[in-house]
T-cell receptor, first 114, second 119 residues
Framework: GDSVTQMEGPVTLSEEAFLTINCTYT??????LFWYVQYPGEGLQLLLK?????DKGSNKGFEATYRKETTSFHLEKGSVQVSDSAVYFC?????????????FGSGTRLLVRP | KAGVTQTPRYLIKTRGQQVTLSCSPI?????VSWYQQTPGQGLQFLFE???????NKGNFPGRFSGRQFSNSRSEMNVSTLELGDSALYLC??????????????????FGSGTRLTVV
């Protein structure tokens, strides 16, 4: 079945450092890809998305490009802030008939130090 | 507009009891999905409801059930609780089919979750 693999955390960075969180996927079709972020004690917030190959999703300085040839959707940010500390989840949409669900990676915890 | 509202936020139950969790989607959203989040298993899909019908179900035992009402609000129920049911239960809403949104393109809007602890 479809699956998502994320790099293990935690990732610890200093403020203003460059961030990359790797995400690769396995899918039989052409899923949409998502990054969600979860702050402590909260639900998931959609960070960005891409719906087809070579699409670039971006939001709040974060970017990810849908790479079909490498089945990847790596999350990047040029300069992280302390407020970016959270858990990041990569996900793909798995569609069956007219219904769909999200398949999530295991999550990567990011800790940004001042 | 108001987000996805889940109640209660926290719940403590004992083994063998049953529990009902509630989710009110964003106004205009007709599809509601439920996910279970645990440290060991991560985020797992429970089920999806649209127009009061369950359209998709994850790999969970029959103790987990749900329903959706005509106003799109949804409830999930877990009977005969086990310690392993302790988790954060997340509800997510989306537009659903028939409203011009290609399925899977728009993602979900999640609620803050209900933290269930079984003792």
């Amino acid at each position: 079945g479809d699956s998502v693999t994320q790099m293990e955390g935690p990732v610890t960075l200093s403020e203003e450092a460059f961030l990359t969180i790797n995400c690769t996927y396995t899918a039989t079709g052409y899923p949409s890809l998502f990054w969600y972020v979860q702050y402590p004690g909260e639900g998931l917030q959609l960070l960005l998305k891409a719906t087809k190959a070579d699409d670039k999703g971006s939001n709040k300085g974060f970017e990810a490009t849908y790479r079909k040839e490498t089945t990847s959707f790596h999350l990047e940010k040029g300069s992280v802030q302390v407020s970016d500390s959270a858990v990041y989840f990569c996900a793909l949409s798995d569609q069956v008939d007219s219904s769909y669900k999200l398949i999530f990676g295991s999550g990567t915890r990011l800790l940004v130090r001042p | 507009k108001a987000g996805v509202t889940q109640t209660p936020r926290y719940l403590i139950k004992t083994r063998g009891q049953q529990v009902t969790l509630s989710c009110s989607p964003i106004s205009g959203h007709r599809s509601v999905s439920w996910y279970q989040q645990t440290p060991g298993q991560g985020l797992q899909f429970l089920f999806e409801y649209f127009s009061e019908t369950q359209r998709n179900k994850g790999n969970f035992p029959g103790r987990f059930s749900g329903r959706q009402f005509s106003n799109s609000r949804s409830e999930m129920n877990v009977s005969t609780l086990e310690l392993g049911d302790s988790a954060l239960y997340l509800c997510a809403s989306s537009l659903g089919p028939g409203q011009g949104a290609r399925l899977g393109n728009y993602g979900y809007t999640f609620g803050s979750g209900t933290r269930l602890t079984v003792v």
